[in-house]
């Protein structure tokens, strides 16, 4: 009999251990619109719901509203950006109202559910950039437990409209290990209509 309890007790908490934060959920008929569309069909997807996140790359004070340009991260099962996953991409998203830079930090995670505007042109250094945008619904600037380096991510636009493709490109992947104090830099080609993601990479060190 106790034994019947404890699974039902540990089930229920796996259960609301996957469960999005209250701000982040939306009915579950909605259909959400995923990147890859956003970036391809946004004409054909405009409008519609969205729930992304990422880590903060730039924030941009306007007179009445703020723009999060963020690095996209795939979701877990409760709406945390996956920051261990290679991005797709990078999105713009505007908030009403104040938003202090000082709180939402370059590097912090933070998912959004909002709607679809489309497509907008801009700059990522000194690299022209097509980023899908949208306006916020509602937002969640999870905890400061682990800071993104933006600097050291590199994203490519999916030029996926007008039926072109990019070739395949190089891309530098920097991993750092647990200690911090040493890193590897590893040459890798991706195709960008590449769908999957890559396995993580274990910087453990065996042990002797």
Known sequence: MNIRICTLLVALL???CSTFPDKLQLEDSTQLVIYEDAASKAEQVKGKMLRWGGA????????????????????????RPISGEESMG????????????????????????????????????????VFPTANVKA?????????INVNSVHVWPYQ???GYYP?????????????????????STHSS???????PVNTKRAKR
Do not use: C
Not at 56 to 79: C, H, Q, R, W
Not at 92 to 115: A, C, H, K, N
């Open 14 to 16: 796996l259960a609301g």
């Open 56 to 79: 903060i790359a730039k924030v941009k004070n306007k007179p009445d509203s703020t723009v999060f340009e963020m690095v996209y991260y795939p979701l877990n099962s409760y709406g």
């Open 90 to 129: 990078r999105f713009r998203i505007s908030v009403d109202g104040f938003m202090d830079p000082m709180v939402y930090q370059v590097g912090r995670l933070m998912t959004f559910t909002g709607e679809l505007n489309g497509l907008e042109n801009g700059l990522v250094g000194e690299h022209e950039y």
């Open 139 to 147: 937002y969640y600037l999870w905890k400061n437990v682990q800071r």
């Open 160 to 162: 996926y409209w007008h």
């Open 167 to 187: 070739r395949p490109y190089h891309r530098h992947l920097y991993i750092r290990g647990s200690g911090g104090s040493r890193s590897h830099k590893v040459m």
């Open 193 to 199: 209509r590449a769908t999957t993601y890559p396995k």
